[in-house]
C-alpha cells in the first residue's frame, strides 16, 4: 500500500522523503527465498481516492484525475512495472478510462475508499475492474435502495466470465462478524482475506509510524494518534484466518482458500501461487490443528520454524 504521494525512508539520520516515481522501481517483482519472501508487485492505495473516505489517508495528498488522466496517473507514480493491484474511487471523474488502460497493462484495479453508487461501481467493474478494497471500511453502507459497491457481490451486471474478488479484514476490528458472515455466504469465491496491517505489526502498544504519520496501538487496533480514526491493522494473517472461520463456520478449507487460492486468482497466479499443485512454486506453511503456524517454507525451503516445533 502506498498511502500519500510521499514515502518515508528510515536513515541514521533522520527520516527523508520520497516521492513514488523514486520509490517504486526500487520494488521489483522478485521470487522468494532462504532471505525471505518474495514480492507478487506492489498495491497503490491513494491518492485518486474520495476525500469523503480517504481514512488514514493524509487529506493533503488526495487529488482527482487531471484530463490526460492516464498521463496523469504515470506522472503521479511513474513507472508502473513493479505494480500488481491499483485502489481507485471510481466516481471520480476520467476514472474509467484510467480503468481500462491500467487493466490492458494487466494491473488489477480495486474499487475502495470511495462514495460510488452501485451504478457507478457496475460501469467500473464493465471497464475492467476485478477487486474491491477491504469491503464495507470505506465506503458508502449497504442501503436497500442502492447498495454501492457492496452490492457489485450479487450485482447481475457483472460480464460473463468474470469474478469479482473483495478484500475482508477478518481483524476482529474492522469487521463485524456478521458483516463478514452475509459477505460470505453471498459470494464465497470472491472473498480474499486481507490483513490491511501497518508497519507497527509486531511492535506492541504504543506509538509507531505510518509514513509521515503517528500511530498510537492499542491491543489489535491502530488509530491515527490523537484520533479514533483507524488506519490499518495489526493482526497477521493467521489471525485473521482463525477469526474468520469462527465467525462464519467455514470448513478449515475454505479458509485457508481464502488466504492462499483466491488471492492468486486475483493475480493471475493460480497456477504458481495458492495451491500445492506439481509445478506450483513450494511457497506453504505448516500449521498445527488450531491454525497456528509451525513452519515456513519458501520455495521448498524451510525459513522459519516455530519454538515448539523444533522440540
Known amino acids: 500500500m502506498v498511502p500519500s504521494l510521499q514515502v518515508q525512508l528510515l536513515a541514521p539520520s533522520g527520516a527523508l522523503t520520497a516521492g513514488s516515481p523514486q520509490v517504486l522501481p526500487q520494488i521489483p517483482v522478485k521470487r522468494g527465498g532462504p532471505q525471505g519472501a518474495g514480492v507478487l508487485g506492489v498495491h497503490l492505495e491513494g491518492p485518486f481516492i474520495s476525500q469523503q473516505k480517504r481514512g488514514a489517508h493524509p487529506e ?4 482527482s484525475f487531471a484530463a490526460d488522466a492516464f498521463c496523469d496517473v504515470l506522472a503521479t507514480y511513474g513507472p508502473l512495472d ?26 488489477r484495479v480495486s474499487l475502495g ?23 464495507f471500511n ?35 476490528i474492522h469487521t463485524n462478524p456478521a458483516a463478514l458472515r452475509i459477505a460470505h455466504r453471498a459470494h464465497p469465491q470472491g472473498l480474499v482475506l486481507v490483513t490491511d496491517a501497518v508497519p507497527a505489526l509486531g511492535l506492541g502498544n504504543g506509538r509507531h509510524t505510518l509514513g509521515q504519520q503517528v500511530v498510537e496501538v492499542e491491543g489489535l487496533s491502530a488509530y491515527v494518534a490523537g484520533t479514533r480514526t483507524l488506519c490499518g491493522s495489526i493482526a497477521p ?7 474468520f472461520l469462527q465467525a462464519t463456520g467455514c470448513s478449515v478449507e475454505s479458509a485457508l482458500e481464502a488466504a492462499s487460492l483466491h488471492p492468486a486468482q486475483l493475480l493471475g497466479l493460480e497456477k504458481q501461487k495458492g495451491t500445492l499443485d506439481f509445478g ?24 522459519w520454524q516455530a519454538e515448539a516445533a523444533r522440540e
Open 60 to 63: 493533503a495528498h488526495l487529488r
Open 280 to 303: 506450483a512454486d513450494a511457497d506453504f506453511v505448516v500449521l498445527d490443528d488450531t491454525l497456528h503456524v509451525q513452519a515456513t517454507y519458501i520455495s521448498g525451503e524451510l525459513v
Open 138 to 172: 470505506a465506503m458508502l453502507p449497504f442501503h436497500h435502495r442502492d447498495p454501492g459497491i457492496v452490492g457489485l457481490l450479487t450485482s447481475d451486471q457483472v460480464p460473463p466470465g468474470r469474478r469479482i474478488f473483495y478484500g475482508m479484514i477478518a481483524d476482529g
Open 113 to 135: 475508499h470511495s462514495v460510488a453508487d452501485l451504478r457507478t461501481a457496475e460501469a467500473a467493474v464493465q471497464s475492467g475492474a476485478t477487486f474491491i478494497t477491504h469491503l
Open 237 to 243: 494473517m493467521d489471525v485473521c484466518v482463525r477469526n
Open 82 to 107: 513493479n505494480v500488481s493491484v491499483l485502489t481507485l474511487a471510481p466516481e471520480l471523474e476520467h476514472s474509467q478510462e484510467v480503468i481500462r488502460a491500467l487493466t490492458a497493462r494487466g494491473i
